[in-house]
C-alpha cells in the first residue's frame, strides 16, 4: 500500500471536516481565503434558529514567516467551523491588529485536508520511495525506542541529529525533542541556521552582534535603502515589519531605493527607485559607493576616528599599519590588487550604470539620517560573509550606525517580549558543533569531516556519523536542503544513517525517508503559545488551547516523546509530572516572572492576545555605544567598529579553502563560487536565485490549492533572455545544470535583470526518483548545490548556474 490510504478509523470526522472544506472551496473569490460564516452554512443555520452552539478558541499560525499571527478559530461540534484572525486591538499604532495573511487565513484547509496523515506509520518499500504500512502507536514508540538505543549505545550521543526544522517555530512545543534528547547525553550540536547563517555569522566580526533598529523607527529615517529585503512578500503579518514599514514610512515620507535583482513586491509597494543588480554583486556596488565618498570627502570622518578599527591606516591595528592593508588602501587602488573600487569598475561586475552607482553613494552620504537594510537573500549566498559585512559599510561610512532613524545595515530586528517562555533544558553533553546545513556530510562523510575544511568545532574531526535523526515538523532533509539527487542516494543507503523518525501532518517529500512516520497534532490542537518577531516596537504574545479534540490517530509530539522516555525509563524524568496544558502554565507563569504586567494564565487564555510597546520608544541598535563608546564598548577585541578584523583572519589562518572560496579581514567584493563569472557560466549562463514566496512558508501551505491557483509556481525571466531561447510567457520549461532537471512554467517579465532567472523556493519536489528526476513540483532544490559557504559552511541557495530550455 502507498501511504496512508487505508484506515481503520471512522471516518466521519473526515467526511465532516472534507465536507466543510469542498464548501469553502466553492466560495466565491471575495472570500477564497477568508472563509467567511456565511459561505461555510453557519449564518443559514443560524437563521433558523437551530444552531449548534459556536465557541471561540485562540491560536496562531505557527509556521516560520518570521512573523507570528493571532487566529480565531470558530468551533461548532467539535469541528472549525471558519476562522477569522485577530479583532483585538484596533488600527491605532502600538495597539494595532495581528491580522494573518492568506496562508494563515487558509489553515482550515491544512487542519482538514484529505491528504493529512492519519495514523503512524512504518516504512516498508525503500527510502524515498514513499512505501508506508499502518502500525499502532505501541509498535511505533517501541521501533524507535530500540532504534535510539542501539545507536546510543554504539555511537553516543553525537551520532543523533535533531534536525533543523521550522515548521512550528517558536513555540515551545517542539524543543521537547532537544529534552528527550538531553535527558539522554545530547545531540550533535549544530551552529547557524538555514536564514541567515552567513550574516549571523560574519557581523559579529565587524559589530560583535548582529543588530538592527526596529523596522518602526524607519519613522525617523529620511533615506531608506533596501538591499534584498522583500519583507511586502515575506513578513507579510499585520504585526509585522509590512506595517511597520507602512506606518513609518507614511510617518517620515522617507524616500525609499530597493536594491534587487528582481522588482519585487516591496519594490511595487515602497519604491521610488529600484536599482537591479547581478545577484551576487552587491559588496562591489557597496565598494564603488565607497570609493565616491572617500574621493569627494563625503565620509563621516569623526565617526570613523572615534568608533572605528582599520578604515585608514592611522586607525589600523598598530602592527598593520603601513602595509596597505586599511579598508581606504583597498578602496583606493593603493592596497595588494592596485585596483580602485570605481563606479566604472563596479559597473562592469553589477551592471548598475556608473552614474547611478556615484548617484546613489553621494544620495546615502548627504541623506541624514539614512536607514540600510538588508534583507537575508544577498547573504544566503556563496560569498554571503562578504557581502553582509559589505553592506553594513554604508551606514559605517556615513555615521548612520546606533541613531534614530538610521540602522547598522543589518537585516531586520525589533523589541522582544522580556518573558522567557523556554522549556528547561538539562545540559547537552556532546561539545561537538558543525554547521547546520553541512548535517548531511555528518551523514555520509561522518568522521572525515574537519575543522579546518568543514568547519567543525569542538573538535578536530567528527567523532561518529550521524546514524539517528529526529525530525520534527521540518522539509529540510530534502525539499528543503540542497541537492535533492544527490541527498536522496545518501539518506537512501540505509547503511549510512540508520534510523529516521520524522513528525509531520502529510507524507512531505522529507517524510518519505522516515523509518517510522507519525501523524502529529498541529499547533492550534494544542495547547500552545507563542512570541512575536521583528514586531518593531510593539511585542506581542499569543496564546491558545486546542481548538477541538484529537482526530483519528492523531497524537501530539509531547505525549509520543513522554511514551518513548518511559520505553528508556525516563517518563518521571521527563515530564516532571506535568501535561501539555501543564507545561503551558508552568512555563507561562515562568515568563510572567521577567515581566509582571502580563495577564493572568486564565486571564490570557480567554484574551488570546497581549500586546507590549518598548519602553524606550524604538529600538536603536548600539545605541549605548554610539553615546559612549568608553563605558559601552562592542564585544569586538577592540571594542570598536572592525572594519579589518585581524581576529578574523587570525581564527582562520589554517583553514583549508578551495581556490573559488574567499573570506577577506575586510568587508569587500569576493566573487562567489558558481557566480556569474565561474567558468561554469559558459555551459550554465543564466544565474538563477531563489526568493521566498508569498503562496508559502517554505513548503508549508504549498499543498493548499487556493494558495497554489492565487500564487502559481513560475519561472522568472527577463524578455531579453526569453527571446534569445525563442521561449515565451506561459510556456513550459525545463530549468536543468549538473544536478538536475525541474519542469516549470516561464512568466516573461521586465520585473527581473537580464542573465538571471528565479523561482520561488519551497515548491514541493516531485519526481520518479527511481526514473528521470524530472521535478515536476519545481522545488529550486533540485537545482541547488551542496557547497556550504566558506566561513560559516552554510547554504549558497541563491548561487546557482543554470539553462532553460523549451520543455
Ligand atoms: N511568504 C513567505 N514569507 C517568508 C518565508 C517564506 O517562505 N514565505 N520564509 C521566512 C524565512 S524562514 C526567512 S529566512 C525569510 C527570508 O526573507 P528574505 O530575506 O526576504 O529572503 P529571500 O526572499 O530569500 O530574499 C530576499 C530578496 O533577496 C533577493 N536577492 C537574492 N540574491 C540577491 C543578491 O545577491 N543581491 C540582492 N540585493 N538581492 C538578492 C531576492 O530576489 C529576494 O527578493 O522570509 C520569511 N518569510
Ligand atoms: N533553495 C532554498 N532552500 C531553502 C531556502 C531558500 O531560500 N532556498 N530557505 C531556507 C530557509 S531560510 C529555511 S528557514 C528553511 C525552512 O525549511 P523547513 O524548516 O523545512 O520549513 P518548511 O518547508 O515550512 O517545513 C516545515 C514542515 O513542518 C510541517 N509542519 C507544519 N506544522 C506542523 C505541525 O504542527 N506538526 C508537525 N509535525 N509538522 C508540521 C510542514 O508540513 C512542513 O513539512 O528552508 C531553507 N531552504
Ligand atoms: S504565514 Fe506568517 S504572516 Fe501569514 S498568517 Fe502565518 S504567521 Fe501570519
Ligand atoms: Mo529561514
Same mark, same amino acid.
Given at each position: 500500500?502507498?501511504?496512508?490510504?487505508? %484506515?481503520?478509523?471512522?471516518?466521519?470526522?473526515?467526511?465532516?471536516?472534507?465536507a466543510?472544506?469542498?464548501?469553502?472551496?466553492?466560495a466565491?473569490s471575495?472570500t477564497?481565503?477568508g472563509?467567511?460564516?456565511?459561505?461555510?452554512?453557519?449564518a443559514d443555520?443560524?437563521a433558523?434558529?437551530?444552531?449548534?452552539e459556536?465557541?471561540?478558541?485562540w491560536?496562531?499560525?505557527?509556521?516560520?514567516?518570521?512573523?507570528?499571527?493571532?487566529?480565531?478559530?470558530?468551533?461548532?461540534?467539535?469541528?472549525?467551523?471558519?476562522?477569522?484572525?485577530?479583532?483585538?486591538?484596533?488600527?491605532?499604532?502600538g495597539n494595532?491588529?495581528?491580522?494573518?495573511?492568506?496562508?494563515?487565513?487558509?489553515i482550515?484547509r491544512?487542519?482538514?485536508?484529505?491528504?493529512?496523515?492519519?495514523?503512524?506509520?512504518?516504512?516498508?518499500?525503500?527510502?524515498?520511495?514513499? #512505501?508506508?504500512?499502518?502500525?499502532?502507536?505501541?509498535?511505533?514508540?517501541?521501533?524507535?525506542a530500540?532504534?535510539?538505543?542501539?545507536?546510543?549505545?554504539?555511537?553516543?550521543?553525537?551520532?543523533?541529529?535533531v534536525?533543523?526544522?521550522?515548521?512550528v517555530?517558536?513555540?515551545?512545543?517542539?524543543?521537547?525533542?532537544?529534552?528527550?534528547?538531553?535527558i539522554?547525553?545530547?545531540?550533535?550540536?549544530?551552529?547557524?541556521?538555514y536564514?541567515?547563517a552567513?550574516?549571523?555569522?560574519?557581523?559579529?566580526?565587524?559589530?560583535?552582534g548582529?543588530e538592527?533598529?526596529?523596522?518602526?523607527?524607519?519613522?525617523n529615517?529620511?533615506?531608506?535603502?533596501?538591499?534584498?529585503?522583500?519583507?511586502c512578500?515575506?513578513?507579510?503579518?499585520?504585526?509585522?515589519?509590512?506595517?511597520?514599514?507602512m506606518?513609518?514610512?507614511?510617518?517620515?515620507?522617507a524616500?525609499?531605493i530597493?536594491?534587487?535583482?528582481?522588482? %519585487?513586491?516591496?519594490?511595487?509597494?515602497?519604491?521610488?527607485?529600484w536599482?537591479?543588480?547581478?545577484?551576487?554583486?552587491d559588496?562591489?556596488l557597496?565598494?564603488?559607493?565607497?570609493?565616491?565618498?572617500?574621493?569627494?570627502?563625503?565620509?563621516d570622518? $569623526?565617526?570613523?576616528?572615534?568608533?572605528?578599527?582599520?578604515y585608514?591606516?592611522?586607525?589600523?591595528?598598530e602592527?598593520l599599519r603601513?602595509?596597505?592593508?586599511?579598508y581606504?588602501?583597498?578602496?583606493?587602488?593603493?592596497?595588494?590588487?592596485q585596483?580602485p573600487?570605481?563606479?566604472?569598475?563596479a559597473?562592469a561586475?553589477?551592471?548598475?550604470?556608473?552614474?547611478?552607482?556615484?548617484?546613489?553613494?553621494?544620495e546615502?552620504a548627504?541623506?541624514?539620517?539614512?536607514?540600510?537594510?538588508?534583507?537575508?537573500?544577498?547573504?544566503?549566498?556563496?560569498?554571503?560573509?562578504?557581502?553582509a559585512?559589505?553592506?553594513?559599510?554604508?551606514?559605517?561610512l556615513?555615521?548612520n550606525v546606533?541613531?534614530?532613524?538610521g540602522?547598522?545595515?543589518?537585516?531586520?530586528?525589533?523589541y522582544?517580549?522580556?518573558?522567557?517562555?523556554?522549556i528547561?533544558?538539562?545540559?547537552?553533553?556532546v561539545? %561537538?558543533?558543525?554547521?547546520?546545513?553541512?548535517?548531511?556530510?555528518a551523514?555520509?562523510?561522518?568522521?572525515?569531516?574537519?575543522?579546518t575544511r568543514?568547519?567543525?568545532?569542538?573538535?578536530?574531526?567528527?567523532?561518529?556519523?550521524?546514524?539517528?535523526?529526529?525530525?520534527?515538523?521540518?522539509?529540510?532533509?530534502?525539499?528543503?536542503?540542497h541537492?535533492?539527487?544527490?541527498?536522496h542516494?545518501?539518506l537512501?543507503?540505509?547503511? #549510512?544513517c540508520?534510523?529516521?523518525?520524522?513528525?509531520?501532518?502529510f507524507?512531505?517529500?522529507?517524510?518519505k525517508?522516515a523509518?517510522?512516520?507519525?501523524?502529529?497534532?498541529?499547533?492550534?490542537e494544542?495547547?500552545?503559545?507563542?512570541?512575536?518577531e521583528y514586531?518593531g516596537?510593539?511585542?506581542y504574545?499569543?496564546?491558545?488551547?486546542?481548538?477541538?479534540?484529537?482526530?483519528?490517530?492523531?497524537?501530539t509530539?509531547?505525549?509520543?516523546?513522554?511514551d518513548?522516555?518511559?520505553?528508556?525509563?525516563?517518563?518521571?524524568?521527563f515530564?516532571?509530572?506535568?501535561? $501539555?496544558?501543564?507545561?503551558l502554565?508552568r512555563?507561562?507563569?515562568?515568563g510572567?516572572?521577567g515581566d509582571?504586567d502580563?495577564?493572568?494564565?486564565?486571564?490570557?487564555?480567554?484574551?488570546?492576545?497581549?500586546?507590549?510597546?518598548c519602553p524606550?520608544g524604538?529600538?536603536?541598535a548600539? #545605541?549605548?555605544?554610539?553615546?559612549?563608546?568608553?563605558?559601552?564598548p562592542?564585544d569586538?577585541?577592540?571594542?570598536?567598529?572592525?572594519?579589518?578584523?585581524a581576529?578574523?583572519?587570525e581564527?582562520?589562518?589554517?583553514?583549508?579553502?578551495?581556490?573559488?572560496?574567499f573570506i577577506?579581514?575586510?568587508?569587500?567584493?569576493?566573487?562567489?563560487?558558481?557566480?556569474?563569472?565561474?567558468?561554469?557560466?559558459?555551459?550554465y549562463?543564466l544565474?538563477?536565485?531563489g526568493?521566498?514566496?508569498?503562496?508559502?512558508?517554505h513548503?508549508?501551505?504549498?499543498?493548499?490549492?487556493?494558495l497554489?491557483?492565487?500564487?502559481?509556481?513560475?519561472?522568472?525571466m527577463?524578455p531579453?533572455?526569453a527571446?534569445?531561447?525563442?521561449?515565451?510567457?506561459?510556456?513550459?520549461?525545463?530549468?536543468?545544470?549538473?544536478?538536475?532537471?525541474?519542469?516549470?512554467?516561464?512568466?516573461?517579465?521586465?520585473?527581473?535583470?537580464?542573465?538571471t532567472?528565479?523561482?520561488?523556493?519551497?515548491?514541493w519536489?516531485?519526481?520518479?526518483?527511481?526514473?528521470?528526476k524530472?521535478?515536476?513540483?519545481?522545488?529550486?532544490n533540485?537545482?541547488?548545490a551542496y557547497?556550504?559557504s566558506?566561513?560559516?559552511?552554510?547554504?549558497?541557495?541563491?548561487?546557482?548556474?543554470? $539553462?532553460v530550455?523549451r520543455?
Amino acid at each position: 500500500m502507498t501511504t496512508h490510504e487505508k %484506515t481503520s478509523v471512522s471516518r466521519r470526522t473526515f467526511v465532516k471536516g472534507t465536507a466543510l472544506a469542498g464548501l469553502g472551496a466553492a466560495a466565491g473569490s471575495a472570500t477564497l481565503f477568508g472563509c467567511a460564516p456565511a459561505t461555510e452554512g453557519g449564518a443559514d443555520l443560524a437563521a433558523t434558529g437551530d444552531a449548534p452552539e459556536e465557541k471561540v478558541v485562540w491560536g496562531h499560525c505557527a509556521v516560520n514567516c518570521e512573523c507570528r499571527c493571532a487566529l480565531r478559530f470558530h468551533v461548532v461540534d467539535d469541528e472549525v467551523a471558519w476562522v477569522e484572525t485577530d479583532n483585538t486591538g484596533d488600527d491605532e499604532y502600538g495597539n494595532h491588529q495581528l491580522r494573518a495573511c492568506q496562508r494563515g487565513r487558509s489553515i482550515r484547509r491544512w487542519i482538514n485536508h484529505p491528504d493529512r496523515l492519519t495514523v503512524p506509520l512504518k516504512r516498508v518499500g525503500k527510502r524515498g520511495e514513499g #512505501k508506508f504500512e499502518e502500525i499502532s502507536w505501541d509498535e511505533a514508540i517501541d521501533a524507535i525506542a530500540t532504534a535510539y538505543k542501539k545507536v546510543l549505545d554504539e555511537y553516543g550521543p553525537e551520532a543523533v541529529l535533531v534536525q533543523y526544522a521550522t515548521g512550528v517555530q517558536d513555540s515551545n512545543i517542539r524543543n521537547f525533542v532537544k529534552r528527550l534528547a538531553c535527558i539522554n547525553g545530547g545531540f550533535l550540536k549544530t551552529y547557524g541556521s538555514y536564514s541567515s547563517a552567513q550574516i549571523g555569522q560574519a557581523l559579529p566580526w565587524l559589530y560583535g552582534g548582529r543588530e538592527a533598529n526596529g523596522t518602526s523607527d524607519v519613522a525617523n529615517s529620511k533615506l531608506v535603502v533596501l538591499f534584498g529585503d522583500n519583507s511586502c512578500e515575506t513578513k507579510m503579518s499585520g504585526g509585522g515589519p509590512t506595517y511597520h514599514y507602512m506606518m513609518g514610512l507614511e510617518k517620515s515620507g522617507a524616500k525609499v531605493i530597493v536594491v534587487d535583482p528582481r522588482y %519585487t513586491d516591496t519594490a511595487a509597494v515602497h519604491a521610488d527607485q529600484w536599482i537591479p543588480i547581478r545577484p551576487g554583486t552587491d559588496a562591489a556596488l557597496v565598494d564603488a559607493c565607497a570609493y565616491v565618498m572617500i574621493t569627494e570627502g563625503l565620509v563621516d570622518a $569623526e565617526f570613523l576616528s572615534t568608533y572605528c578599527v582599520g578604515y585608514d591606516d592611522a586607525t589600523m591595528p598598530e602592527q598593520l599599519r603601513g602595509q596597505g592593508k586599511s579598508y581606504v588602501d583597498y578602496i583606493t587602488g593603493k592596497g595588494a590588487d592596485q585596483t580602485p573600487k570605481t563606479p566604472e569598475w563596479a559597473s562592469a561586475i553589477t551592471l548598475v550604470p556608473a552614474e547611478t552607482i556615484a548617484a546613489l553613494a553621494r544620495e546615502i552620504a548627504t541623506t541624514k539620517p539614512c536607514a540600510i537594510y538588508q534583507g537575508k537573500g544577498p547573504q544566503r549566498r556563496g560569498n554571503g560573509e562578504q557581502t553582509a559585512r559589505a553592506i553594513c559599510m554604508l551606514a559605517i561610512l556615513t555615521g548612520n550606525v546606533g541613531i534614530n532613524g538610521g540602522n547598522t545595515g543589518s537585516d531586520l530586528d525589533s523589541y522582544y517580549m522580556p518573558a522567557d517562555y523556554g522549556i528547561p533544558m538539562p545540559d547537552n553533553g556532546v561539545e %561537538t558543533s558543525i554547521g547546520v546545513f553541512t548535517w548531511i556530510d555528518a551523514v555520509d562523510r561522518g568522521t572525515a569531516m574537519t575543522a579546518t575544511r568543514d568547519g567543525v568545532r569542538g573538535r578536530d574531526a567528527l567523532a561518529v556519523p550521524v546514524k539517528f535523526i529526529f525530525n520534527y515538523g521540518g522539509n529540510c532533509l530534502t525539499n528543503q536542503h540542497h541537492d535533492i539527487n544527490r541527498t536522496h542516494d545518501i539518506l537512501a543507503d540505509e547503511s #549510512k544513517c540508520e534510523f529516521i523518525v520524522v513528525w509531520d501532518t502529510f507524507l512531505t517529500d522529507s517524510a518519505k525517508y522516515a523509518d517510522i512516520l507519525l501523524p502529529d497534532l498541529m499547533a492550534v490542537e494544542q495547547p500552545n503559545i507563542v512570541q512575536s518577531e521583528y514586531a518593531g516596537n510593539m511585542a506581542y504574545t499569543i496564546a491558545g488551547t486546542a481548538i477541538t479534540s484529537p482526530k483519528f490517530e492523531r497524537r501530539t509530539l509531547y505525549s509520543v516523546l513522554a511514551d518513548i522516555a518511559d520505553k528508556l525509563g525516563q517518563r518521571d524524568e521527563f515530564t516532571e509530572g506535568l501535561d $501539555e496544558m501543564g507545561w503551558l502554565k508552568r512555563l507561562y507563569e515562568q515568563g510572567r516572572e521577567g515581566d509582571p504586567d502580563q495577564p493572568t494564565f486564565e486571564a490570557m487564555l480567554e484574551q488570546g492576545v497581549y500586546r507590549k510597546l518598548c519602553p524606550e520608544g524604538e529600538h536603536v541598535a548600539f #545605541k549605548d555605544f554610539r553615546d559612549d563608546p568608553v563605558a559601552n564598548p562592542l564585544d569586538t577585541p577592540s571594542g570598536k567598529i572592525e572594519i579589518y578584523s585581524a581576529a578574523l583572519e587570525e581564527a582562520t589562518a589554517d583553514w583549508e579553502l578551495a581556490d573559488d572560496e574567499f573570506i577577506s579581514p575586510l568587508p569587500v567584493y569576493c566573487p562567489e563560487s558558481e557566480g556569474y563569472a565561474d567558468p561554469l557560466s559558459e555551459k550554465y549562463p543564466l544565474q538563477m536565485t531563489g526568493f521566498h514566496y508569498k503562496g508559502r512558508c517554505h513548503s508549508s501551505y504549498g499543498n493548499i490549492e487556493v494558495l497554489k491557483a492565487a500564487n502559481p509556481q513560475e519561472l522568472w525571466m527577463n524578455p531579453l533572455d526569453a527571446e534569445e531561447r525563442g521561449l515565451a510567457d506561459g510556456d513550459t520549461v525545463h530549468v536543468f545544470n549538473d544536478r538536475g532537471t525541474v519542469e516549470i512554467v516561464v512568466k516573461v517579465t521586465p520585473r527581473i535583470i537580464p542573465g538571471t532567472v528565479a523561482m520561488g523556493q519551497g515548491a514541493w519536489h516531485d519526481a520518479d526518483m527511481a526514473g528521470d528526476k524530472v521535478d515536476k513540483g519545481a522545488c529550486i532544490n533540485t537545482l541547488t548545490a551542496y557547497k556550504p559557504s566558506p566561513y560559516a559552511k552554510a547554504n549558497p541557495s541563491h548561487t546557482n548556474l543554470v $539553462e532553460v530550455a523549451r520543455a
